[in-house]
């Protein structure tokens, strides 16, 4: 999963394993070299390309989990966060001044020349939904990383690029997001354009820079996803009752999302609440200290996939984040805070 990408990068650097780091950057620019329209969401661990999704439906599934599933249809959705997350990937990499890869930069130019048409198309968003494509508030936000990044390269590292244009892209994203993804009755951002649910996605927003960490929209998200996604002390990803994802049926705290809030209340001064927070996530380990997709409150059991990658990489990112002064969440909020050489988008 590409979207995984970024995230996955800053827990092998801010542990210590920099060859990992290399070595996942590089598998990242063979997987997706090729025609930016092509780019896919997930590849196989070789590159692979084709990943077909079937039912087998002579097999019941765990405790009468149907249908059973090989394969993952999502793997020819068009999500426009993995734009962003992929160039926050390489831009990450080379402010951690790993061995610096010329393809890395032609292939960010490419992508970006794409998504200068492609950030304003519908798409699956971050959860993969199988329902109607929507405009997607995480997806655009990810759009504003992969130009933001970009001019940031440019300015930081002096790299060739037409700035001018993606600095008019990244402010036409960001007055777009401010305009149609927030709500003001709720003084919050919400799931997709149009709509007024919530999305814990949202919680990324402070520590990729979209605004300031003490901006009252931001505070205000937070706010919101307390008193509509908390379940039990942990996160929903979303309402199932409110997003029509193509599943149905409801599912459980999502533990990622959960570590996503950690880490919100770490950047915005509530360490304890952060560190509780934590706690309990540590909490609902299994004997072998692994930790799955999803966790039911109500039987006290995880769910879903297990052991979850994406669960873990949050264990490790908000760990880092209580326990280092400037950790990971700091260090990307700081690195991409506005700069003034754009004008934050007001309140609509």
């Not at 300031?212 to 009752?241: F, M």
């Not at 770490?266 to 997709?293: C, H, K, M, P, W």
Request: hydrophobic share 40%; charged share 20%.
């Amino acid at each position: 999963w590409l979207r995984d990408s970024a995230l996955t990068l800053y827990a092998l650097l801010n542990s210590g394993y920099r060859k990992e780091a290399e070595d996942w950057r590089q598998w990242l620019l063979r997987a997706v070299a090729g025609s930016p329209d092509q780019l896919q969401i997930m590849y196989g661990i070789a590159g692979e390309r084709w990943l077909p999704e079937f039912e087998v439906p002579w097999l019941a599934g765990y405790e009468g989990s149907s249908p059973v599933r090989i394969g993952n249809d999502a793997s020819g959705q068009m999500q426009i966060d993995v734009y962003g997350e992929l160039i926050e990937t390489l831009h990450a990499a080379r402010d951690a001044e790993l061995q610096p890869q010329e393809e890395a930069w032609r292939l960010q130019k490419v992508l970006l020349d794409h998504l200068e048409t492609a950030w304003r198309l519908p798409d699956r968003g971050i959860w993969e939904v199988r329902g109607a494509p929507r405009s997607f508030t995480h997806s655009r936000m990810m759009a504003w990383v992969a130009f933001d990044r970009a001019i940031t390269s440019t300015e930081r590292y002096g790299l060739e690029g037409p700035v001018a244009k993606w600095r008019q892209v990244r402010q036409q994203v960001h007055g777009d997001i401010c305009t149609n993804g927030f709500d003001a009755n709720k003084n919050s951002f919400v799931q997709y354009y149009g709509g007024n649910t919530l999305d814990a996605s949202l919680l990324l927003m402070p520590q990729l820079g979209f605004l300031s960490v003490d901006d009252p929209r931001i505070v205000g998200t937070i706010d919101a996803v307390e008193r509509e996604l908390l379940q039990g002390g942990l996160v929903k990803r979303y309402s199932t009752g409110e997003t029509d994802d193509g599943v149905g049926g409801g599912e459980g705290a999502f533990l990622a999302c959960s570590f996503w809030l950690a880490d919100a209340y770490v950047l915005t001064g509530r360490e304890q609440d952060a560190r509780n927070l934590f706690n309990s996530l540590l909490g609902i380990r299994n004997d072998l200290g692994l930790l799955a997709e999803e966790y039911d409150i109500v039987s006290g059991r995880l769910l879903g996939n297990f052991p979850q990658a994406f669960s873990h990489i949050g264990l490790i990112n908000t760990a880092h984040n209580l326990v280092t002064a400037g950790g990971p969440a700091q260090q990307r909020a700081e690195k991409t805070a506005p700069s003034k050489s754009y004008k934050v988008s007001p309140v609509a």
